[in-house]
C-alpha cells in the first residue's frame, strides 16, 4: 500500500503505545493524519535499512517530555541558565550510564547526531589543516571521515583506506573487499595523519581496533573509533570493544542502540598531546559545546538514558546476538541462490550486495522494486563500483530493526527468496528496469500479512 492508497481517516484504526495523540489530533489533523500514516507505514514495511531501529515505548515516551521545554546550555554545575537542577540530574544519570556501559572514563552525551559527534571530535583532537586518515566513502566510509563535500574534506588535509583502482584507492583486498591492515599501515606511514578514523557505514565485517591502535602508536596518531552502526553489537559481545584501544569513541544513538536520533562521545582520561594540562575529556566537551552547539536537547537525553537502561540488560544483549545470527542466516540464504556478496558475508548486523555482479539490475532500481514490494532498503556503492553513487551497483542490508520485531531464521529465509522473487521480476527494456507488477503485488501481499502477524509487532507501535 502506498501512502496514496491509505484510507484518508485513520482514526478508528490507529492506536500507539507511546500515546494516543489526541490533542495533535484536534490540533492540527493533517500532522495526526500524516502521523497515523507513518505509523502504519512502519508497521507494513519489513525494514531492512542497517542503519535504522524502532525505539521502545519508553524511549519514546520519554522524548515527547517536558525537557524539551528547557534551554541548559553548559554542563551539570555549570550552567547559563537557571533552573536546570532537574536537567542536570538526567544528563549526569545519563553520562553515567554511558560510562558504565561502555567502561569509558568520560561520555558527553549532548552531540545532537553522529556528524557533530565526529566534527567535536575533529575539533578537539586536530587544528583546520592536519591530517586525517578513513575510510573511502563509495568503499564503506562516512561523509564525516574525511570526503570532499563535507568539513572534514573541507577543513583538512585527508587520506583514505579502502578500494577504488581508478581513484589510487588502496587498504582493501581488491578480491576478498576485506580491509587490509599492513597496507592501511603504509598509507599511515606514508601520510603521517594527526587522527584515523575507524569505523564506516557499509563494512560487514570485524573492525580491528587493536591492530588500528597498534598502526596509530605507530604514527603517533589519535584514535578515533566511529562505532554509530556496531553500537548495539559491542554491547551484546558481538563485535570487540574499541573502548580500550580509541582516544575517542563516537556514535550516533538511534541504530542497533534502539535510543533516539542523537549522539554520544566516550573518550579516555587523558591530557592533550599539544598541551599537557588540557585533558581529552575537557577538550571534547568544549568542543560540544560552546564550540558547536548551543542548548543540549534535554529530551533526547532523556531518551537516552532510558536507552541506555534497556541495553544494560541481559534482554538486550540477547537481541544484539540475534541481530547478527539473523544476518548471517539472511547473507548464507543470499549466497546460496547465487548472490554476490562483498566480502563473501557478514560478521556484522549488514549485508552488502553487489546486485549488479548478481542479476545485472543496478542497486536504485532494485531497491525502488523491493520497496513496492514492501522491503525498505537502500542502494548503495560497492568497492571499486563502476557506476555512480547515485544510482550504485550495490544495496545495503541489515537486520537490527527486523530483529527488534522478533523476526528469526524463518523470515530471514523468507527475505532472501522475496528478494529472489523480485530480480526474477525485472526486464530490461532499452535502459530501463522493469518489475512485474503482478509478481511484485504478490509479494507485497505475503510481506503484509507477515508484518500483520501479531507474533511481530513493531515496538513501541501496536495497530
Ligand atoms: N546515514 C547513516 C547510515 O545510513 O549509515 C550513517 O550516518
Known amino acids: 500500500m502506498s501512502i496514496v492508497d491509505m484510507p484518508a481517516s485513520l482514526d478508528s484504526e490507529f492506536v500507539s503505545t507511546a500515546s494516543n495523540f489526541e490533542r495533535l489530533r484536534e490540533i492540527d489533523p493533517e500532522i495526526y493524519l500524516l502521523t497515523c500514516r507513518e505509523v502504519i507505514r512502519q508497521s507494513q514495511y519489513i525494514r531492512l535499512i542497517p542503519s535504522e531501529n524502532y525505539t521502545s515505548a519508553a524511549v519514546m515516551q520519554a522524548m515527547a517530555t517536558p525537557f524539551c521545554n528547557k534551554y541548559s546550555e553548559g554542563y551539570p554545575g555549570k550552567r547559563y541558565y537557571e533552573g536546570n537542577e532537574i536537567v542536570d540530574a538526567v544528563e549526569n544519570l545519563c553520562r553515567q550510564r554511558a560510562c558504565s556501559l561502555f567502561g ?109 591502535r597498534q598502526i596509530a602508536d605507530e604514527v603517533d596518531a589519535y584514535l578515533v573509533a566511529d562505532i554509530a552502526h556496531i553500537n548495539g553489537l559491542i554491547l551484546g559481545g558481538v563485535h570487540p570493544d574499541p573502548v580500550p584501544y580509541a582516544d575517542v569513541v563516537t556514535s550516533t544513538s538511534h ?62 544483549k540477547s537481541y544484539a546476538q540475534q541481530i547478527v545470527a539473523n544476518a548471517k542466516v539472511l547473507s548464507e540464504a543470499l549466497i546460496a541462490k547465487g548472490w554476490h556478496l562483498v566480502t563473501g ?29 514492501g522491503l525498505e532498503t537502500n542502494f548503495n556503492s560497492v568497492p571499486n563500483d563502476p557506476r555512480k553513487p547515485f544510482s550504485p551497483s550495490g544495496l545495503r542490508i541489515g537486520t537490527p530493526a527486523v530483529t527488534s520485531r522478533g523476526f528469526g531464521e524463518e523470515q530471514m529465509r523468507q527475505i532472501a527468496d ?14 530501463e528496469y522493469h518489475f512485474d507488477p503482478a509478481a511484485i503485488a504478490k509479494i507485497r501481499a505475503e510481506v503484509i500479512e507477515l508484518c500483520t502477524d501479531p507474533r511481530f509487532p513493531v515496538p513501541g507501535i501496536s495497530i
Open 418 to 431: 522475496w528478494m529472489e522473487r523480485t530480480a526474477t521480476a525485472c526486464k530490461k527494456e532499452g535502459k
Open 255 to 316: 541504530k542497533a542502540i534502539r535510543g533516539p536520533r542523537g549522539g554520544f562521545i566516550l573518550c579516555k582520561n587523558r591530557p592533550m598531546k599539544d598541551d599537557p594540562a588540557t585533558s581529552l575529556p575537557d577538550r571534547i566537551d568544549k568542543a560540544v559545546f560552546p564550540t558547536l552547539q548551543g542548548g543540549p536537547h534535554n529530551n533526547t537525553i532523556a531518551a537516552l538514558a532510558v536507552c541506555f537502561a534497556e541495553a544494560a540488560t541481559q534482554e538486550f
Open 104 to 212: 569509558a572514563d568520560h561520555a558527553n552525551v549532548q552531540p545532537n547526531s553522529g556528524s557533530p559527534a565526529n566534527m567535536a571530535a575533529y575539533y578537539a583532537l586536530m587544528k583546520p589543516g592536519d591530517r586525517v586518515l578513513g575510510m573511502h566513502l563509495p568503499s564503506g566510509g562516512h561523509l564525516t571521515h574525511g570526503w570532499n563535500v563535507n568539513f572534514s574534506g573541507i577543513l583538512y588535509q585527508t587520506a583514505f583506506y579502502g578500494y577504488n583502482q581508478e581513484q589510487g584507492v588502496t587498504g582493501m583486498d581488491p578480491e576478498t573487499g576485506m580491509l587490509d591492515y599492513e597496507e592501511i599501515r603504509r598509507i599511515a606511514l606514508k601520510f603521517k595523519p594527526n587522527v584515523i578514523f575507524a569505523g564506516g557505514t557499509a563494512y560487514p565485517r570485524i573492525w580491528d581496533f587493536q591492530r588500528f
Open 345 to 373: 558475508g557478514t560478521d556484522n548486523h549488514l549485508i552488502l550486495v553487489d546486485v549488479m555482479r548478481s542479476k545485472k539490475i543496478p542497486g536504485k532500481p532494485f531497491a525502488k522494486a523491493l520497496y513496492d514490494a
